[in-house]
């Protein structure tokens, strides 16, 4: 009955033990770019990122290539555990991007998933971005090569703005788009234009009250997997 007891006790502890049990997630960092896998068991990978208050991070998660994960998703969540963003339900798409505004300082936890209606499967890239928040007289000179992937800025909230944008040098023409998120969804474009040789592309708008807006300087998503991008461009905004 002693034995029988002992043995009971143990089998107990062990439970215990192994209930409280916490397992480390890997840490990244900005400008970072990991590799994970969503399979069937396994569809959340999980990441710490440190994030200080008022930076403006962007979380671009794309398929890898010849990945058949046609359907990529990130939710965050703050240091307290409390989610800030969920694209889960957003339109099911291979390339996510999307961001928000830190409201305090700490270790941030972004989890790499998919469409929570899809059941597709394989690789993924995973990069977050600080965004330079971009003010009226700014000049920006900036590089986009297979390295760097796009490029992103962020433009002030309720702003009157004008963003002018040229290829400087690089026989791959870059993409140049804005962008609009929210925090239940990934990017919506605004607008996008294709480098021309020589050419000084504009757009004039006002920025929204209530929503993020990005800029963006980059390739085609299969172009960064096929071909050999490096590519100068000017950022002005007035």
Request: proline share 1%.
């Amino acid at each position: 009955m002693v034995k029988r007891f002992t043995i009971l006790t143990v089998l107990a502890l062990m439970m215990s033990f192994a209930a409280v049990t916490v397992y480390a997630q890997d840490t990244i960092e900005y400008g970072e770019i990991v590799t994970g896998e969503i399979t069937d068991d396994e569809t959340e990978i999980s990441y710490t990122l440190a994030v200080e208050e008022g930076d403006i991070v962007v979380l671009d998660m794309r398929r890898t290539k010849d990945s058949e994960l046609y359907s990529t998703a990130v939710i965050v969540q703050d240091p307290d555990g409390d989610e800030v963003l969920n694209t889960t339900e957003d339109t099911s798409a291979s390339n996510t991007v999307a961001g928000f505004v830190a409201d305090e300082s700490g270790d941030f936890t972004v989890i790499a998933t998919r469409n929570q209606y899809s059941e597709t499967t394989g690789e993924f890239e995973l990069r977050p971005t600080s965004a330079r928040l971009l003010e009226s007289g700014d000049d920006v000179k900036g590089l986009v090569d297979n390295e760097s992937a796009d490029v992103y800025y962020a433009l002030p909230y309720d702003t009157d703005v004008s963003v002018s944008y040229i290829q400087t040098s690089g026989d791959y023409y870059l993409y140049f788009r804005i962008y609009s998120i929210d925090n239940q969804n990934s990017a919506s474009l605004y607008a996008s234009s294709t480098a021309i040789d020589g050419i000084t592309w504009t757009v004039t708008f006002t920025t929204e009250a209530d929503y993020l807006t990005l800029v963006s300087v980059g390739a085609d998503e299969y172009d960064f997997q096929y071909e050999d991008i490096s590519s100068k461009f000017t950022l002005t905004v007035e």
